[in-house]
């Protein structure tokens, strides 16, 4: 994403512009709820998609406080790099135009709001079905402003840590780091910490409803397109080249993992192309705005081959990270990190991009453990037995989705 200081100036089309494309991100976190909730049992679908209403609900209060100013603002002294300060807090400044013609905060930030809902949305799939929905939701407040502010500080605000403005020099388009390889590997995290589902691996159910998984999935690559399409935050070309790329990465990897399914199992899966088109959208993301269509195409195809294998391989660990957050979030987005520098500057800039994943991961396993233990000190992590028997949606919310025979 283009530093707020980069911004070139083109009035009120730009601030148009990003408002769109925000209000097509906004769409992917309802997209990502429905696209989990089919995975889950019939039981456990309210609780599914509540998780990330959850999200959308406490973070867009937490981000008009004070979120927006401490990742973007100017931080102060020795901590500058690393967490912006309060001079922003409240969004104030929603009218002040972040540079001579460009946006307005209020249209960045709104913008910006949409990745900070949808990235502990995503961790959500790790822990489906056992995890308790109020530690689930004191959860995502200390992680949005503890793991996700700062990181997002240090890729994209100017004098960040991490990255293009007076920083280390790593780049990331639309959120390759702070979005899909922290949330993929905060997953893998809360998935050890919660614990398994009660009879996991053996007594694991095929998803409920395939639908919601297809239609879900083709929800969020409409919004992938405001998400990548808007992260330069110019109405102009580079937003046509993002949204090209972001739509060819994502149809080659559906169609890979049509090929994949169709030479394992003898035909393609509905679930199969939908987890391929996610793949190949998460692995562009970085990369959107720097490569060619054709560079974009072999990001997906290669995302769709490297996470298939994933997917096979992590039958064999213990982990049960349900809905695949880490091989699918956290492994592409590592890919597409990887890759923008391999196609975009080299050797030299791969390195720096290993270098930035490095400290990502660093920085999100060890912040997210201490999250959730400190989150344990105040309520169970997860519910009882007899409510993981029972099912989420009436023990937590006290309704079902469906009739009994539907629960399976």
């Known amino acids: 994403m283009l530093t707020l200081a980069a911004v070139p100036s083109v009035g009120s089309a730009n601030n148009g512009f990003v408002l769109i494309s925000a209000a097509l991100v906004l769409l992917m976190t309802p997209a990502l709820a429905l696209f989990y909730a089919g995975f889950v049992r019939g039981r456990n679908v309210l609780n599914t998609l509540m998780m990330s209403f959850g999200s959308l609900?406490?973070?867009?209060?937490?981000?008009?406080?004070?979120?927006?100013?401490?990742?973007?603002?100017?931080?102060?002294?020795?901590?500058?790099?690393?967490?912006?300060?309060?001079?922003?807090?409240?969004?104030?400044?929603?009218?002040?135009?972040?540079?001579?013609?460009?946006?307005?905060?209020?249209?960045?930030?709104?913008?910006?709001?949409?990745?900070?809902?949808?990235?502990?949305?995503?961790?959500?799939?790790?822990?489906?079905?056992?995890?308790?929905?109020?530690?689930?939701?004191?959860?995502v407040l200390l992680w949005s402003l503890v793991i996700y502010v700062p990181l997002a500080h240090m890729i994209w605000a100017p004098g960040g840590f991490l990255g293009t403005s007076g920083g280390l020099g790593a780049l990331d388009f639309a959120g390759g780091y702070p979005v899909e390889m922290a949330s993929g590997l905060a997953a893998a995290v809360a998935a050890m910490v919660v614990g398994p589902r009660r009879g996991h691996p053996a007594q694991i159910a095929p998803p409920h409803n395939v639908p919601f998984i297809v239609l879900g999935a083709g929800l969020l690559w409409?919004?992938?397109?405001?998400?990548?399409?808007?992260?330069?935050?110019?109405?102009?070309?580079?937003?046509?080249?993002?949204?090209?790329?972001?739509?060819?990465?994502?149809?080659?990897?559906?169609?890979?993992?049509?090929?994949?399914?169709?030479?394992?199992?003898?035909?393609?899966?509905?679930?199969?192309?939908?987890?391929?088109?996610?793949?190949?959208?998460?692995?562009?993301?970085?990369?959107?705005?720097?490569?060619?269509?054709?560079?974009?195409?072999?990001?997906?195809?290669?995302?769709?081959?490297?996470?298939?294998?994933?997917?096979?391989?992590?039958?064999?660990?213990?982990?049960?990270?349900s809905l695949d957050v880490l091989p699918i979030h956290g492994l592409a987005g590592l890919l597409g990190v990887l890759l923008t520098g391999a196609m975009h500057g080299g050797a030299g800039q791969l390195w720096i991009q290993l270098q930035a994943a490095a400290f990502t991961a660093l920085w999100v396993v060890v912040g997210t453990y201490a999250v959730l233990r400190l989150v344990a000190l105040v309520e169970p992590l997860r519910v009882r037995p007899d409510e993981e028997r029972q099912g989420l949606d009436v023990n937590a919310h006290g309704e079902e989705a469906y009739n009994d025979e539907f629960t399976g």
Not at 78 to 91: E, R, V
Not at 110 to 126: D, E, K, N, R, Y
Not at 131 to 138: D, H, I, K, N, V
Request: charged content about 5%; some cysteine.
């Open 222 to 321: 409409f919004g992938w397109l405001g998400f990548n399409g808007g992260s330069g935050l110019v109405a102009g070309n580079l937003a046509s080249l993002a949204c090209l790329t972001t739509n060819s990465a994502g149809a080659a990897a559906a169609l890979v993992w049509m090929l994949i399914d169709t030479h394992q199992r003898g035909k393609p899966t509905a679930v199969g192309v939908a987890t391929g088109a996610v793949a190949g959208l998460v692995a562009i993301t970085p990369a959107a705005g720097f490569v060619s269509p054709m560079q974009a195409l072999a990001i997906g195809a290669i995302a769709a081959l490297v996470c298939s294998q994933a997917l096979q391989l992590k039958g064999r660990l213990r982990l049960d990270d």
């Open 57 to 139: 609900a406490l973070v867009s209060v937490v981000w008009v406080v004070a979120g927006y100013s401490l990742a973007f603002s100017p931080g102060h002294g020795p901590l500058a790099p690393f967490i912006g300060g309060l001079g922003w807090a409240g969004l104030g400044n929603w009218s002040v135009p972040v540079s001579d013609g460009g946006p307005g905060h209020g249209a960045v930030a709104l913008f910006q709001l949409t990745f900070a809902v949808i990235t502990p949305a995503l961790i959500s799939g790790a822990v489906v079905e056992r995890m308790a929905f109020r530690a689930w939701m004191l959860f």
